[in-house]
């Protein structure tokens, strides 16, 4: 008996043993080998993981003018599964957001929606409202970012627009869209047995895309909005364009296309609309183009600035066509046959080049090629080889038959006259920068040699007279010289020249002799007059005069003043959603790295109050911030140290939101690196996530 007595206490010890072995192996393999997937499992059925939209950058014109930035919207989710009433949940949901029953019932009841369903993007606040009042289960708000454009159609077909996904659907929104796209962040919250939250948790905070600061000024784009929509609607037009550019650098300070769009609303327009025709669509220039043949034919040596052309009395004939002058020329100096726009005088001059010197004077000039301008959509035209000429190619082709171009192509080589022979590539992006204000990319002119100085000052010269005794006698300006030339096209109409379609323009550059602006205008279709002269040109005087003036180019003293005043745009223009909360940049000063600026510009509120500026002399330029902020004006600063000059001076009664531009100099008072790094603070007020969940 005590020996089966052990026999059994020994098979107990073995089961319990054999028993603990099998629960140290299965503890083992759960918590060794299986562990990853059980703890994914317990993090499915417990944490429920969303991510955060990422604002995009933000769209700045060089005085730091927001064009395009962000505001908070509010989502409306579902989880289906927490909702006790689903049809009666649909029911009510649809009748405040004005959307089908049916088809949010049958999205609800989805089993693939089960967890996660969107109901409706950018709700209205009062909608917001009568919702939360539902107190349904299962039904909470997300804070999205949404793209705004404050000035709406301003700059339209420059800006583009970012579709309902967040992606840039055009210009410089497409272009652009890697930077100034964010980096989405991800956040989580844990949930109860009933998927009822407890707890947020950030894992991973989004990132700012970056912010770009375009060449555009918002001011002068809006003169040239403006003209270019009066231009059109006074000749009954088709579409019109307008550009401006900084002659010395190609920096594009506005670029207008008409018809326009606006950027909050563009599902509401044709796509057609979307179309920057400055740079995507073609046309054949006209008497414009003749300053190709002029310059090339000048700068080769062949004609001479004082010798005369005999015009034939306005005919000639090449190959076995004959072209006409629309007035009987005899002779006609160098510059003449530019000032009376001589269609005989242009193809001796491009008789005199031949076929293959005017063909590589084309290609020199970027016919052919694209200019470079960063914008979506450019056409590089259109050039025929040489040796593909007929007989009479040659004579069409200098007086802009027979060759396609595009408005940006034209600008670019008229502006190579204004600034002493150089071949500029167009720019729109100025500086790219971070979150932080730091520079990413800062764009530097490209500049290609054309012509000597001497050979673009001698058609300067030709192109002043056009405006003085030629065919752009309307487009002289008060107070500044002017110099361009007027353009008039046939349009092609089923394969032949149409006799009553037309391209009207007129480019120049102003003021002489050191210009600061190449200005071009060009309507389509305009109906009555369609000569260049009568239609572009006295728009080329209204855009020129006032975008001198807002640049504060002081007149010439020789000529009668101009009786207009600088325009004042006030930028305090109307949101798409006035209700919405503008989202501020997400920032992380963790160190400065540079405590000094060439330039900064701080924008504040326009409004129209008068304040008197103070005598800024002898302060440091913290100080001097903290006033122009307190005054709600812009301070333009240059240099560093203390200030020593300022403009307008002392004592002047100043628009709310104007430019105070004031220069600092090193003396006794030099700004730390704390100092800067509050100024920078100030400038960059802490933000709040992106996208954050409210219930």
């Given at each position: 008996m005590p020996g089966l007595k052990?026999?059994?206490?020994?098979?107990?010890?073995?089961?319990?043993?054999?028993?603990?072995?099998?629960i140290l192996v299965r503890l083992v393999q759960l918590q060794l080998f299986e562990h990853r997937s059980f703890v994914q499992l317990a993090t499915q059925r417990q944490q429920v993981t969303r991510s955060i939209q990422a604002p995009r950058g933000v769209i700045y014109d060089q005085h730091m003018a927001e064009l395009a930035t962000n505001v908070t919207v509010s989502t409306a989710v579902a989880e289906p599964r927490r909702i006790q009433d689903i049809q009666?949940?649909?029911?009510?949901?649809?009748?405040?957001?004005?959307?089908?029953?049916?088809?949010?019932?049958?999205?609800?009841?989805?089993?693939?929606?089960?967890?996660?369903?969107?109901?409706?993007?950018?709700?209205?606040?009062?909608?917001?409202?009568?919702?939360?009042?539902?107190?349904?289960?299962?039904?909470y708000f997300m804070d999205e970012s949404?793209?705004?454009?404050?000035?709406?159609?301003?700059?339209?077909?420059?800006?583009?627009?970012?579709?309902?996904?967040?992606?840039?659907?055009?210009?410089?929104?497409?272009?652009?869209?890697?930077?100034?796209?964010?980096?989405?962040?991800?956040?989580?919250?844990?949930?109860?047995?009933?998927r009822k939250s407890f707890r947020v948790n950030v894992d991973k905070p989004p990132a700012q895309g970056h912010s770009l600061v375009l060449s555009i000024d918002k001011s002068i784009q809006y003169i040239a909005d403006r003209e270019v929509k009066a231009a059109v609607e006074k000749a009954q037009a088709k579409a019109g364009i307008a550009i401006v550019m900084e002659s010395e650098t190609g920096r594009i300070l506005a670029l207008s296309n008409y018809p326009q769009f606006n950027c909050n609303t563009y599902n509401r327009y044709e796509p057609d609309v979307y179309r920057n025709r400055a740079i995507s669509d073609i046309f054949e220039p006209g008497s414009t183009f003749k300053v190709v043949v002029a310059t090339a034919a000048l700068e080769a040596g062949l004609v001479r600035r004082d010798e005369m052309i005999d015009c034939q009395m306005g005919t000639i004939t090449i190959g076995r066509h004959v072209f006409h002058d629309h007035k009987a020329y005899g002779l006609l100096s160098f510059s003449q046959i530019l000032e009376f726009s001589s269609n005989v005088g242009a193809a001796k001059l491009g008789l005199k080049l031949g076929p293959q010197g005017l063909y590589e004077a084309l290609r020199n000039f970027g016919f052919g090629s694209k200019s470079g301008i960063d914008l979506p959509g450019e056409i590089i035209g259109l050039v025929r080889d040489w040796r593909t000429w007929s007989g009479l190619s040659i004579g069409a082709i200098s007086f802009g038959q027979e060759v396609g171009v595009t408005s940006i192509q034209m600008l670019t080589a008229i502006n190579a006259i204004a600034n002493s022979g150089y071949r500029i590539r167009p720019s729109i992006v100025d500086r790219?920068?971070?979150?932080?204000?730091?520079?990413?990319?800062?764009?530097?002119?490209?500049?290609?040699?054309?012509?000597?100085?001497?050979?673009?000052?001698?058609?300067?010269?030709?192109?002043?007279?056009?405006?003085?005794?030629?065919?752009?006698?309307?487009?002289?300006?008060?107070?500044?010289?002017?110099?361009?030339?007027t353009g008039t096209a046939q349009k092609i109409v089923g394969g032949q020249y149409s006799d009553s379609k037309y391209v009207s323009s007129f480019i120049g550059f102003a003021p002489l002799p050191q210009p600061k602006i190449t200005v071009l205008v060009q309507i389509d279709e305009p109906k009555g007059s369609h000569y260049g002269g009568d239609v572009s040109a006295p728009f080329f005087q209204k855009i020129a005069q006032e975008t001198l003036m807002q640049l504060k180019i002081p007149p010439d003293k020789s000529l009668p003043l101009p009786k207009i005043a600088p325009l004042t745009v006030d930028a305090g223009s109307e949101d798409y959603l006035p209700n919405a909360t503008p989202v501020q940049p997400l920032q992380s000063i963790?160190?400065?790295?540079?405590?000094?600026?060439?330039?900064?510009?701080?924008?504040v509120q326009v409004g129209g109050e008068l304040v008197v500026l103070p005598d800024f002399q002898g302060m440091a330029k913290r100080k001097v911030l903290d006033k122009c902020t307190d005054l709600r004006i812009r301070l333009q600063?240059?240099?560093?140290?203390?200030?020593?000059?300022?403009?307008?001076?002392?004592?002047s009664k100043v628009q709310i939101g104007s430019v105070c531009s004031v220069t600092f100099a090193q003396g006794h008072v030099k700004d730390s690196l704390h100092t800067t790094s509050a100024n920078l603070e100030k400038q960059l007020p802490g933000a709040p996530l992106a996208a954050s969940i409210r219930r």
């Open positions: 052990s026999g059994r206490i020994v098979l107990v010890i073995l089961g319990i043993t054999f028993w603990s072995f099998l009666k949940a649909a029911r009510e949901l649809a009748a405040i957001l004005d959307l089908d029953p049916h088809a949010l019932l049958s999205r609800m009841m989805d089993p693939a929606r089960h967890n996660f369903l969107v109901i409706k993007r950018r709700i209205d606040p009062q909608a917001e409202k009568r919702i939360e009042a539902l107190g349904i289960d299962g039904i949404m793209r705004v454009y404050p000035n709406r159609e301003l700059a339209c077909q420059v800006l583009g627009f970012v579709n309902m996904n967040g992606d840039g659907g055009a210009g410089i929104e497409l272009q652009y869209d890697k930077e100034l796209r964010g980096k989405e962040g991800v956040y989580s919250f844990d949930v109860d047995a009933r790219i920068i971070d979150e932080n204000g730091d520079l990413v990319f800062a764009r530097t002119p490209e500049r290609t040699r054309l012509t000597s100085p001497r050979t673009a000052e001698a058609v300067s010269d030709a192109f002043e007279g056009v405006v003085l005794r030629g065919t752009g006698k309307r487009a002289a300006l008060e107070g500044y010289r002017a110099a361009g030339k963790a160190q400065i790295q540079s405590v000094e600026q060439p330039q900064e510009t701080i924008s600063s240059n240099g560093s140290g203390i200030a020593v000059y300022q403009w307008p001076p002392p004592g």
